[in-house]
T-cell receptor, first 115, second 115 residues
Framework: AQSVAQPEDQVNVAEGNPLTVKCTYS??????LFWYVQYPNRGLQFLLK??????LVKGSYGFEAEFNKSQTSFHLKKPSALVSDSALYFC?????????????FGTGTRLKVLA | DTGVSQDPRHKITKRGQNVTFRCDPI?????LYWYRQTLGQGPEFLTY????????KSRLLSDRFSAERPKGSFSTLEIQRTEQGDSAMYLC?????????????FGPGTRLTVT
């Protein structure tokens, strides 16, 4: 069965500092991995995805994520946090080998960037 | 492209009543998903369609839930004999299907409160 874990409910970081939001996954085959962001009173928005190839994926708003197969992780990163990055972040996985188009989402990590 | 829309945005109903929600996906998107999200949790997969065909349904979904996508355009999600445990945000998302996998575009959600 596929699953995804976001071990931190909340991450606090000072504006201008680098940020990391953690995600680990479990699938039987190779994963498709996604990050989405949810702002208050807004729908989830796509940030970036890993399909295959380069382990470092660049996405919207200066975010990037690193796929690490040995550690089954897909951590979201940004070199310099902005107050406007404060939001709820979700990692999602789909098992490439399962034949399903079902996506499993993590429980979310609330990012708070302090001015 | 006006994005994914959902109607209504809020619904308050009494236990035992039936409710129906509508989702209008992005017009060229073949794939449509329904999710349920409760406070502190990520989106939980309910079902998905490719065009008008419902291809997968969560085992967690009871027989009180049914979804349709006539003509492969808009979709409806009906909950019969609502229970207080059905109170949640119901999210719709759409994506392209050929090739991919593609990111999902989410609607703003319908918040259901069962009293």
């Amino acid at each position: 069965a596929q699953s995804v874990a976001q071990p931190e409910d909340q991450v606090n970081v000072a504006e201008g500092n680098p940020l990391t939001v953690k995600c680990t996954y479990s699938v039987s085959g190779n994963p498709y991995l996604f990050w989405y962001v949810q702002y208050p009173n807004r729908g989830l928005q796509f940030l970036l995805k890993y399909i295959t190839g380069d382990n470092l994926v660049k996405g919207s708003y200066g975010f990037e994520a690193e796929f690490n197969k040995s550690q089954t992780s897909f951590h979201l990163k940004k070199p310099s946090a902005l107050v406007s990055d404060s939001a709820l972040y979700f990692c999602a996985v789909r098992d490439r080998a399962s034949g399903t188009y079902k996506y499993i989402f993590g429980t979310g990590t609330r990012l708070k960037v302090l001015a | 492209d006006t994005g994914v829309s959902q109607d209504p945005r809020h619904k308050i109903t009494k236990r035992g009543q039936n409710v129906t929600f509508r989702c209008d996906p992005i017009s060229e998107h073949n794939r449509l998903y329904w999710y349920r999200q409760t406070l502190g949790q990520g989106p939980e997969f309910l079902t998905y369609f490719q065009n008008e065909a419902q291809l997968e349904k969560s085992r967690l979904l009871s027989d009180r839930f049914s979804a349709e996508r006539p003509k492969g355009s808009f979709s409806t999600l009906e909950i019969q004999r609502t229970e207080q445990g059905d109170s949640a945000m119901y999210l719709c998302a759409s994506s392209l299907a050929s090739g991919g996998p593609y990111e999902q575009y989410f609607g703003p959600g319908t918040r259901l409160t069962v009293t």
